[in-house]
Each structure stands twice: as structure tokens, then as C-alpha cells.
């Protein structure tokens, strides 16, 4: 099956600093994928170099960049798919919103510009839309300006802003950051939901790897602007290939389960600093020389993929 986007060598410098250094993946049609990783991996930039949403002072590259099978490498290409066939979820949803406006006005006056809309087509849209994103009193809430509702509430809205121009793929950036921790799972089942009813595929970034579990089909493990460990989130889950995400999948079953996750020693490099061959070899518990001086190389068991010397073929944990 030809991928809905399909993104290879994917790399930004800024200010002549590597961001992202090679980053692979695809997103299948009516499939979510996971990004994940901690903070500093590339997963947002990622997102915004596919979106063309980068400062000034970034230099983009991809050897590869398709969407629906075309080429998606010029800025002009990207820009003019946002909202139209993509859609985009932002951090911290109420800072996402024009306070100024009610949020009526703001996704009728999306409505109009992508789908050419009169203005009472456009508002009767926006309670479809709202409703769609499971709110119960869709009238007042079209009438509520942004600091009237809650950080929940604003997250529904800006998915219904998302969905405002029919997307195939909606890319969703951290949606839970800065909402209550009892809304976050709520949220995220609503996002994956609202994907698989509109028919479009979605993508997924999170530094939590336990939010994915029942959201996500398949998972991109990021570190230090690469793509480490791609999988089906089930494979990923029983048997991650990849140190790192071996270690990730162990936090969060320990969160889930409640009992004390066993911290990552070290820090995810900062942009500039001096890398091991493998990138990851200073924090592993598996590491060994060939790790610092020489590219690991791809594994590939059971259409799992890692790139790893010394990649985990059993589940077993370090002790």
C-alpha cells in the first residue's frame, strides 16, 4: 500500500545547529501513528517541517517527501495543504486561540476560507463540527470567547478547527500538554476517535510512550533527531528492539501499573553537541565500543525496525 506521507532523510540545521538528522517514517492510510521520545528527540520539528510552520533561520532537506503519492518537498506545496488536507493540533490549546474573537467566529471564519462557505453555512458547519468533538452545549460554546471555557473545552475546539477543512491526515502536537491529568486520556481517546470517523489518518506526538497504547496502531520511537525504533505499537510494547525504547516502554508500564519507573541516566544531546556514532550510546545499558565509532546498522525482525548494534531480541530488562 502506497503511505499517505511518506518522509525519508528528513533534515533542519539551525543558525547551522543539526535538529533532525536523517528522520524516516510514514503514516498509512486510516492508520495513527505515535511519535514519541523525550523532549529534545525532534518529534515537534519534525511536525513543522512537514507543515513548512520553521523560522526563517532553518535550512529544510528531504531526499524523500510524498503525500497522496506526490511530491511534497516545495515549502509551497506544504503551505498550501495546511488545513485543506492537513489539519494541525497545537500545544496548549488556549494560547492557540485569538482571545479577541469568540470561538464561533473563529472556525466559521476557518470554514469560509477553506471550504468557501456563505456565513450561515458556515455557522451551522461549526455546530456540526463542535458536536462532533463531543460538546454537549455546542451553541454556548460558539458564543464563548476562549478564556471562557476550560483547557479541555479549548483542546475540542481547536480539533474542530483541525477538521474545518475535510483533512486526510490530522497532525496533533503534544494535544494533552498543559490540560489536567484526568482529562488527558479522555482527550486522547476523543482524538483517535474523531480520526477514524472522519476517515483520515492521523499522527501522534507525545513524550509519553503509555499514551499511545490504546490509540496508536504503530509507534516511531525518536532520539537526537532520528527515527530509532519503528513498529506496530503492539511489537513495540512485548519486545522493543531498541534500547531506548525498551527502556521507555519500562517507564510506562511502571507508571501505569503504579510502581516507581527507573529513570534514563544522562541527558537527550543538545543541538551542536559532539555525538557518539550511535547517538544514544552514552545512556545504554547495552553499549559497547563498536557503539562509538561506528553507524549502527538497521535490524529488522518481524517488520520491526531498529537501528542498533546490539539491539534487545528478548524482553529482557537490565537489571
Partial sequence: MTPLLKVHGLEVEIEGLPILRGVDMEVRQGEILGVVGETGA?????????????????????????????????????????????????????????PVFRVGTQLSDTLRRLRGMGRREAKGEALDLLRSVRITDPKRVYRSYPHELSGGMCQRVCIAIALAGEPELIIADEPTTGLDVTIQAEMLKLLGDVIIEHNAAGMLITHDLGVVADVCDRVAVMYAGRVVNLGSTDEIYRAALHPYANQLVSIATSLDSGGTPREIPGRVPNPGDELAACAFAPRCFRAETDCFEQEPPLVDINGQQAFCHHAITTEALPL
Avoid: W, Y
Avoid at 62 to 80: H, L, N
Fill in 42 to 98: 525532534g518529534k515537534s520539528m519534525t511536525a513543522r517541517s512537514i507543515l513548512d510552520l520553521l523560522p526563517s533561520a532553518a535550512t529544510v532537506s528531504f531526499r524523500v517527501c510524498t503525500f497522496g503519492g506526490r511530491d511534497f518537498i516545495p515549502a509551497k506545496e506544504r503551505q498550501q495543504a495546511r488545513g485543506h488536507r492537513i489539519g494541525f493540533v497545537p500545544q496548549r490549546p488556549r494560547g492557540s486561540l485569538n
